[in-house]
C-alpha cells in the first residue's frame, strides 16, 4: 500500500559547479586594441616586477601553456581568467590574439616566411616569438607597443605609416623576441633588451608599394581565409600562398650568375625598386605581386629571362600563356 504520509521534495536541476573566483588586481597597464597579448601581459606585469605566470594565474590552476605561440589561438576559458584576473574586458583580449583565424602555423609563425631560404627550404621552417617593429611607431605612440600582425611571419610593412618592418637591432644584430611568460623582465618594445638603446631611430626605409599590396590582401582575406589576387581571381588560403611559393621557388632557381644579376637589375629597374632584390620576405611579397598583377605573363617572361623551363604549375589557373610583358633586358 502507498504511504498515507506525505513529504516534501525539492527538484534540482543539473548544475555547474561554482568556478572558484580569481582576486582582481588593480589596473596596472591598460590594454590596446591589436596589441599583442604577451606583450601587454609583460607589460602589466611588469609594473610590480613579476613574471606574467606569477602574477596572473594561482598555483593550483597550473602554468600558462609552454607552447612559444599558445597566446595566437588560446583557450576562452583562460582568456576569460586572465579578463577576471585583471579587469580588462574580454572583447579587447580577444584582439589580442588570432582566436577568429584558422590555425596555420607554416605560414603565420615562421619568419621571413616568403624569404628566398624559407620558400626554398634551405632554412628550417620553425615556430618562432620574433617580431617586427615601425620605427615611427615607436617614435609616435603614447604607449610603445607591440602590434599583433607584426608576429606574423609574411607581414613585412607598417600599414599605418608604409615603412618596412625593422626585424633585427641596428647595433647589435639580434632579432626581436616576446620573452616567455614564466620569466621576469623588464620588457619594452622601444628598447633594445640586449643593450637597453632606444629603437625608435632603427632604420625608416619605405616598403615597396607592390608589397604593401600584397600583404593588404593576404591580411584582409586571412580570417575567411579566401583571398582576392589580381589577375587570378578569388583563391583559397592555402592555394594562394602554395601559388606565391611557386612563383618565388621559380624566380629564386638557382642560374648562372650572370642572368640572374642582369634579369633582377632590369626587375628593380621596372619596379622602381630602391636597393638590390637580395631575398628577403620584403622582397619576395614585391616579386609577387608583381607577377600577380599580370598573371601568367610576368611569369613565363621571368622564366624565359632566367633560362628556364616553362613552368606546369600556372596552367591550373585561367590565363593568356602567350601574353608576356614588355620587358627587355637589353
Known amino acids: 500500500m502507498p504511504p498515507k504520509e506525505l513529504y516534501?521534495?525539492?527538484?534540482?536541476?543539473?548544475?555547474?559547479?561554482?568556478?572558484?573566483?580569481?582576486?582582481?588586481l588593480p589596473m596596472l597597464a591598460k590594454p590596446i586594441c591589436g596589441e599583442a597579448l604577451p606583450g601587454w601581459l609583460h607589460r602589466f606585469a611588469g609594473e610590480l616586477h613579476l613574471p606574467p605566470s606569477q602574477l596572473l594565474l594561482d598555483a593550483e590552476e597550473g602554468e600558462l601553456p609552454s607552447d612559444d605561440t599558445w597566446w595566437r589561438n588560446p583557450p576562452l576559458e583562460l582568456v576569460a581568467r586572465i579578463a577576471a584576473r585583471t579587469g580588462a574586458e574580454v572583447t579587447v583580449l580577444n584582439t589580442m590574439t588570432f582566436g577568429d583565424w584558422e590555425i596555420d602555423r607554416c605560414?603565420?609563425?615562421v619568419m621571413r616566411r616568403f624569404s628566398r631560404g624559407r620558400v626554398r627550404g634551405t632554412l628550417p621552417a620553425c615556430v618562432t616569438r620574433?617580431?617586427?617593429?615601425?620605427?615611427?611607431?615607436?617614435?609616435?605612440?603614447?604607449?610603445?607597443?607591440?602590434?599583433?600582425?607584426?608576429?606574423?611571419?609574411?607581414?613585412?610593412?607598417?600599414?599605418?605609416h608604409g615603412m618596412r618592418l625593422n626585424e633585427t637591432c641596428r647595433y647589435c644584430w639580434q632579432g626581436y623576441m616576446l620573452p616567455f611568460l614564466k620569466h621576469r623582465t623588464?620588457?619594452?618594445?622601444?628598447?633594445?633588451?640586449?643593450?637597453?638603446?632606444?629603437?625608435?631611430?632603427?632604420?625608416?626605409?619605405p616598403a615597396h608599394p607592390a608589397a604593401q599590396r600584397l600583404q593588404r590582401?593576404?591580411?584582409?582575406?586571412?580570417a575567411a581565409r579566401s583571398v582576392s589576387l589580381a589577375s587570378v581571381?578569388?583563391?583559397?588560403?592555402?592555394?594562394?600562398?602554395?601559388?606565391?611559393?611557386?612563383?618565388?621557388?621559380?624566380?629564386?632557381?638557382?642560374?648562372?650568375?650572370?642572368?640572374?644579376?642582369?634579369?633582377?637589375?632590369?626587375?628593380?629597374?621596372?619596379?622602381?625598386?630602391?636597393g638590390v632584390l637580395k631575398g628577403s620576405c620584403h622582397d619576395g611579397l614585391t616579386i609577387a605581386s608583381w607577377v600577380l598583377d599580370d598573371w601568367p605573363g610576368r611569369l613565363l617572361w621571368l622564366t624565359k629571362k632566367l633560362g628556364l623551363p616553362e613552368p606546369e604549375f600556372h596552367k591550373r589557373w585561367s590565363g593568356d600563356k602567350n601574353h608576356c610583358p614588355s620587358l627587355d633586358l637589353g
Open 233 to 274: 581571381g578569388t583563391l583559397s588560403w592555402a592555394s594562394a600562398i602554395g601559388l606565391i611559393d611557386s612563383i618565388l621557388r621559380t624566380a629564386w632557381t638557382p642560374v648562372d650568375s650572370l642572368l640572374h644579376r642582369r634579369c633582377y637589375q632590369s626587375l628593380a629597374q621596372e619596379l622602381d625598386y630602391q
Open 107 to 109: 605560414t603565420d609563425e
Open 8 to 24: 516534501s521534495i525539492e527538484c534540482l536541476d543539473d548544475q555547474v559547479p561554482a568556478i572558484k573566483p580569481v582576486s582582481q
Open 217 to 222: 590582401a593576404l591580411f584582409s582575406g586571412r
Open 186 to 205: 623588464d620588457f619594452g618594445v622601444h628598447r633594445c633588451w640586449r643593450l637597453d638603446s632606444a629603437l625608435a631611430d632603427q632604420p625608416k626605409v
Open 130 to 160: 620574433r617580431y617586427g617593429v615601425c620605427a615611427m611607431c615607436l617614435a609616435t605612440d603614447d604607449v610603445p607597443y607591440v602590434r599583433r600582425e607584426w608576429t606574423l611571419g609574411w607581414v613585412v610593412a607598417c600599414e599605418r
